[in-house]
């Protein structure tokens, strides 16, 4: 069991900065995504808590203890990357034991724990089988397994899901995070795919360009973001977001979205953060949490495209500049060039400054 802080680091690779301070502490057997576009800093920030990479400023303490010249083989870490690193030559018995005979445990304890691992890994059957040959899919796993069957007790993994196919990385998810809730390690784990940090962390860390942005658990990084990035970020399609400018209305204070008309009615923590505001804010809604209705209330856009995906539809709306997107299960047949009434629902309505980016969370 271990609890991670980082205290203000920061990494530079010559003139350019990967990471800009930061600070972040992963509680004992929690589960934090670090999720960011490609280049954010992710992988920096694991291999140096990993002990790969040396911090340019800052501490990594584990349980306390500064890790600082703590070469990787001493900090008790797994690691898991995102290409399978797995003996060839050897079977995905031999594999998954093969850290725990290099540390010389007892033959019995050995076969038990490869043992539990494959069970819990659906491996079982592929225990005699030469590793060579083996599809990408069994590989990750046996490569996980050789590591989480240390039982560190804090294990990462890089983007140990891209590079298998869909409907496996589906089961994966599944197996890893019931492996952490049987092992309660501390896991830290890189993703550029918000499906992977939603469904599998405690919370996420969301990066972007060498900058923490937002720490918080999966609901609450969906349901209010801090900024902008994360905004547009997290959800699919992300939050739409809409410039206007604070308007006295005959029902209080609304926004004027320009061409598109003014915002329907604002719940008083809304007006409240808006009051707040000192010029143009942005007013960011969900697609999925609209309601349809009637002319002449709420907003009216033009659909410029209908992408129809199974169960969902997503309706892409423009007028100018201005555009946006909603999600409808049943979309009633709607077609491009028809005009969309629709309500952002109230209390799903989030605020930002638009020159800061920041949300206004003042209510
Ligand atoms: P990806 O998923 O694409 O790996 P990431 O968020 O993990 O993205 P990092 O690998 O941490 O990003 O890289 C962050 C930035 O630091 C990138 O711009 C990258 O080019 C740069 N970088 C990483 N390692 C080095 C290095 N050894 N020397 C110089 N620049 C580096």
Known sequence: MSTIHLQQLVKRF????????????????????????????????MNMIAGMERPSEGRILFDGRDMAGVPMGRRGVGFVFQNYAIFTHLTVGQNLAYGLRATRRPVDEVNRRVSAMADLLQLTTMLDRPSAGLSVNILQRVAIGRSAVMEPSIFLLDEPLSNVDAAFRTVMRTELKALQRQFRQTMVYVTH????AMTMADRIAVMDHGVLQQVGTPLEIYNDPDNLFVARFIGSPGMNLLQGQPVETATGLALDLGPLGQTPPLSAPQVAALRQAKADVVYGFRPELVALVPEGQGMAMPITFVERIGARTILHLGQGSASAKVVLE????????QILHFAPLAHAVRLFEAASGIALKGA
């Open 193 to 196: 795919d918000q499906l992977e």
């Open 330 to 337: 049943n979309d009633a047949g709607l077609q491009t060039g």
């Open 14 to 45: 010559g003139p350019f900065t990967a990471l800009k301070t930061m600070d972040l502490t992963i509680a004992d057997g929690e589960f934090v995504a670090l999720l960011g576009p490609s280049g954010c800093g992710k992988s920096t920030t």
